[in-house]
């Protein structure tokens, strides 16, 4: 279960559709209840949501409120397009409320953009640090030039970047080294890169066609390795002795659970398949990006 422990699930499924293997939609309120009773049935303690995902901080909030016994940890994510304040303060305040807790585990921005912009209400910031009303601030990123502007603002304690199969060590090893030496958290996301691992190369579109040399790579090395992609996937974040949290989202609790076997799973993956994933080198990085496609 030590694996598990590093595992954050990813709410923007309860607020968003969101993936583009999702042909579901939004769960029920019901069905994201029967999520969150799982994942904290499992072990799993942190959630990470946004006030621009839709209504799943609502969702949160009123799962807390009838289980005030069994409360994540929570991060969210400021956004400059989510509230017409757009004011810093006014929003943690009502993400407490909204969520139902009295802290914030981490407080993100939710681009770099909105890092840049908002120099000024760092202190802000740090002075609600100070008040225990926010734990950890952070920033979600893209791109390495983005880590590298981090490195050495001290006010900055974690830092979200994507990994996966894909936008792997070739891309973000130095990154992920730097980060860990700077002292900041290493937290990571699109470790299946919004499902399209599991998408069926025939169904590609045309921009994504550019992948398909390297996802059939991907699918011989599981067999090589007599494993699941999921499993692998899975197992090159959480095995990663430079990320500290694996962040990951899913629709309904079956496939939550199937992930948890998955997680069990990558623990027995040996290292040279790893290193066969590593010499995966996708040349176009805008691919990389969900939002180019």
């Known amino acids: ?133 926010v734990k950890k601030i952070g920033v979600s990123t893209y791109t390495n030039e983005e880590i590298y502007d981090l490195l050495d603002d001290s006010d900055i304690d974690f830092v979200q970047l994507p990994f996966n199969l894909f936008d792997n060590n070739n891309l973000r090893l130095s990154a992920l080294k730097q980060l860990k030496l700077s002292g900041k958290e290493v937290h990571v996301r699109s470790v299946f890169l919004q499902g ?38 899975l197992g090159y974040a959480l095995e990663n002795d430079f990320i500290d949290h694996v962040l990951i989202g899913v629709d309904d609790k079956d496939q939550l659970l199937a992930n948890v076997n998955h997680i069990n799973e990558s623990k027995i993956i040996p290292e040279r398949i790893f290193n066969l994933i590593n010499e995966i080198n996708i040349i176009d990085k805008d691919l990389l990006n969900p939002s180019n496609w």
Not at 28 to 56: K, M, P
Not at 85 to 101: A, G, H, P, T, W
Not at 109 to 114: E, R
Not at 197 to 206: C, Q
């Open 196 to 233: 399209l691992f599991y998408k069926d190369i025939n169904d590609l579109s045309e921009k994504l066609s550019g992948l398909k040399k390297e996802l059939v790579r991907l699918n011989e090395i599981a067999n090589v390795a007599c494993t699941s992609i999921s499993s692998l996937a």
């Open 1 to 133: 279960m030590e694996n598990l422990f590093k595992v954050i699930l990813g709410t923007v499924q309860l607020g968003l559709p969101y993936g583009v293997n999702n042909f579901k939609g939004v769960p029920t309120v019901d069905e994201s209840i029967e999520i969150l009773s799982t994942a904290h049935d499992l072990g799993i303690r942190v959630l990470d949501t946004a006030e621009a995902y839709g209504f799943a901080q609502k969702v949160i909030g009123d799962y807390h409120k009838h289980n005030p016994q069994r409360k994540f940890e929570v991060i969210t994510k400021y956004s400059s397009s989510a509230n017409d304040k757009n004011d810093l303060i006014y929003n943690i305040l009502n993400d407490l409320k909204e969520l139902s807790v009295n802290s914030l585990s981490g407080y993100m921005f939710h681009n770099f953009s909105d890092y840049k912009k908002n120099q000024s209400k760092i202190a802000s910031l740090a002075s609600l640090k100070k008040e225990g009303l």
